[in-house]
């Protein structure tokens, strides 16, 4: 089975854009979560989804929104990208996630953010 | 927030030696762990992972002890090798989602 997969890998953007990211799960994975990575703050959840619908959300301002569409792939939004912003960011899927999960959560590998 | 990473501590082991790594978990009623390597640049890569109803698991060259008495968790690699010099993270499953430890960087020395 190929793995969870992200796009673009690298991006540089300037204050005051918007970005998009993208995650495709694991085929047959319908839980797909996303997690911000920085050195300052360690791994920070951001949202959850599953069958399109978020069940969950981390503590981040509205700038970060994200959705997820009838196969699974999920998108991430940021707007009005600040220089705080920069940082790794981490799609993970698994089978149903679940509350709690109990099914193995699998990361891709990242989307390395630069905000000039 | 959950996971905060302002300093993250660093366990230092030479080549061939074991390795023990510990976790606080928050939240007693937990009833699955899992822990993750990252090496730099990559995301994090799955390695092994237990359920509240057990006290350890083993995998390959890996084993992980779960005390529940004192919401801990302990990674422990077994002839550590150059390529496990990593930063390790634990997480305990969440309300749909999973909430991860600081981490902790391993470096094997030679």
């Known amino acids: 089975k190929a793995g969870v997969t992200q796009t673009p890998r690298y991006l540089i953007k300037t204050r005051g854009q918007q970005v998009t990211l993208s995650c495709s799960p694991i085929?047959?994975?319908?839980?797909v979560s996303w997690y911000q990575q920085t050195p300052g703050q360690g791994l920070q959840f951001l949202f959850e989804?599953?069958?399109?619908?978020?069940?969950n959300k981390g503590n981040f301002p509205g700038r970060f929104s994200g959705r997820q569409f009838s196969n699974s792939r999920s998108e991430m939004n940021v707007s009005t990208l600040e220089l705080g912003d920069s940082a790794l960011y981490l799609c993970?899927?698994?089978?149903?996630?679940?509350?709690?999960?109990?099914?193995?959560?699998?990361f891709g590998p990242g989307t390395r953010l630069t905000v000039l | 927030g959950e996971s905060v990473g302002l300093h993250l501590p660093t366990l230092s082991v030479q080549e061939g030696d074991n390795s023990i790594i510990n976790c606080a978990y928050s939240n007693s009623a937990s009833d699955y762990f899992i822990w993750y390597k990252q090496e730099s640049g990559k995301g994090p890569q799955f390695i092994i992972d237990?359920?509240?109803?057990?006290d350890k698991r083993q995998g390959q060259r890996v084993t992980v002890l779960l005390n529940k008495t004192v919401k801990h968790l302990s990674l422990q690699i077994a002839a550590t090798q150059p390529g496990d010099s990593a930063v390790y993270f634990c997480?305990?499953?969440?309300?749909?989602?999973?909430?991860f430890g600081t981490g902790t960087r391993l470096k094997v020395l030679a």
């Open positions: 989804y599953f069958s399109e619908t978020q069940r």
């Open positions: 237990i359920r509240s109803n057990m």
């Open positions: 085929s047959g994975h319908r839980s």
């Open positions: 993970a899927s698994s089978s149903t996630g679940g509350h709690p999960p109990t099914d193995t959560q699998y």
């Open positions: 997480a305990e499953a969440g309300t749909y989602k999973y909430i």
